[in-house]
C-alpha cells in the first residue's frame, strides 16, 4: 500500500539557519506533491505545490525540490525564525484529487 | 478574501448518535474535500465533492456520507456515532477539475468528540 514517511523526529535548529524535512514516499507515483503547515489546533495551511515534471519550486524563504526517481521532496526554511515552529505536512496528489498525508515533522526553532 | 469556514467549531455527542458538519467553500471553488485527523494519526481522506456530485470516497464505512448544495457548500453526516469517531474533522476547498493539480485550502475543522 501507499506509505509517506516525514522525518520521524522532531527537528530542533536555531534561528537563522536553514531547516530541511524530507518526505519519502513508496508505492505511488503522485502527479503532484503539497506541502501544508499546521498550528496546534488549527486547519493545514497551504504553502507549495510541485508537479511531477518540476524538479523545485520557491516562494520567499521556502523551497521544495520534487524528485520522482528517488520518491523523495525536500522542503527547505532558510533564515528561520521562531514564528516558523509549527508541524509541516507533505501531501500528495493524483487524478483523483485525494490527498494522502505525511504524519508530519515538528519544527522547533530556537530564537 | 474569506477563507474555508466550518461550523460548528466543537460538537459533543454520545454513542448511536447522528452528527452533521458544515463547511463553505472559498468563493469560486467548486470543490469540497473531507479528511479526518485523529489524534496521533495523520490527515486520513474521506469525500469529494464537485459540481454536487460525490467523485470519490476514502477508505470509510457508509454512516459517513455527505453532500454538496448548489452554492457549493457541504455537509458530513455521520451515523451511528462511535467513540472512535472522535476526532478534528477538515473541509478543504479547491478550485474545480479532475486532476487540476489545484491547492486545496483548508478551514480550521470540527472537532467532534464523543462520550
Known amino acids: 500500500s501507499q506509505k509517506i514517511e516525514q522525518n520521524s523526529e522532531a527537528l530542533n535548529i536555531q534561528e537563522g539557519k536553514t531547516a530541511t524535512l524530507t518526505c519519502n514516499y513508496t508505492?505511488?507515483?503522485?502527479?503532484?506533491l503539497q506541502w501544508y503547515r499546521q498550528d496546534p489546533g488549527r486547519g493545514p495551511v497551504f504553502l507549495l505545490l510541485i508537479r511531477e515534471n518540476e524538479k523545485e519550486k520557491r516562494k520567499e524563504r521556502l523551497k521544495v525540490t520534487f524528485d520522482t526517481t528517488l520518491k523523495q521532496s525536500l522542503f527547505h526554511i532558510t533564515a528561520s525564525q521562531p514564528a516558523d515552529s509549527a508541524t509541516y505536512l507533505c501531501a500528495l496528489g493524483g487524478a483523483t484529487n485525494k490527498l494522502i498525508f505525511g504524519t508530519g515533522t515538528l519544527l522547533a526553532v530556537q530564537p | 478574501e474569506a477563507g474555508v469556514t466550518q461550523s460548528p467549531t466543537h460538537l459533543i455527542k454520545t454513542r448511536g448518535q447522528q452528527a452533521t458538519l458544515r463547511c463553505s467553500p472559498i468563493s469560486g471553488h467548486t470543490s469540497v474535500y473531507w479528511y479526518q485527523q485523529a489524534l496521533g494519526l495523520g490527515l486520513q481522506f474521506l469525500l469529494w465533492y464537485d459540481e454536487g456530485e460525490e467523485r470519490n470516497r476514502g477508505n470509510f464505512p457508509p454512516r459517513f456520507s455527505g453532500r454538496q448544495f448548489p452554492n457549493y457548500s457541504s455537509e458530513l453526516n455521520v451515523n451511528a456515532l462511535e467513540l472512535e469517531d472522535s476526532a478534528l474533522y477538515l473541509c478543504a476547498s479547491s478550485l474545480t477539475g479532475v486532476g487540476a493539480n489545484q491547492p486545496q485550502h483548508f478551514g480550521d475543522g470540527t472537532r467532534l468528540s464523543i462520550l
Open positions: 508505492n505511488y507515483s503522485p502527479a503532484y
